[in-house]
């Protein structure tokens, strides 16, 4: 799979994207994000929309950090709390299962106290090489 630094989630050529940068520790991944008035869809409540793009874009960014290409097959979400446009969340991901064709992957959003604002569940489909 071929990277071109135009991802809306992570690629810093995107003029529009959002450009964060992940931490890979070895077994989980995470980022931050702050929103900003762009990315609302009520009054001054991020868009759904957004936050299960971070949510999926964690899930496969992990599998490529651990050198297992993906891409999403199925998300089961769960919005929990409206999220403020402009308060911080921190988006982590982790894979919960593996066989030989699929991943199944865990991500949250959580606020700077702690508080779940949406998860998610992910299965992933392992890219086939060429």
Sequence with gaps: MTDDG?????GQKNPIGLK???????????TEFVSRKE?????????????????D??????????DIPAVTARMDIR???????????TVE???TDETRRTLDAYAKAVTA??????????KLIKAQPG
Excluded: P, S, W
């Design 6 to 10: 135009y991802c809306f989630v992570c």
């Design 20 to 30: 964060l940068d992940f931490d890979f520790n070895g077994k989980t991944i995470k």
């Design 39 to 55: 990315h609302q869809g009520y009054l001054n409540i991020v868009h759904g929309g957004i936050i299960m793009t971070l949510l």
């Design 57 to 66: 874009e964690a899930m496969v960014k992990l599998a490529i950090a651990m």
């Design 79 to 89: 919005l929990r709390k409206a999220l403020d446009v402009g308060k911080k969340i």
């Design 93 to 95: 991901a982790e894979i």
């Design 113 to 122: 106290d702690n508080e779940i604002i949406a998860d998610a569940k992910g």
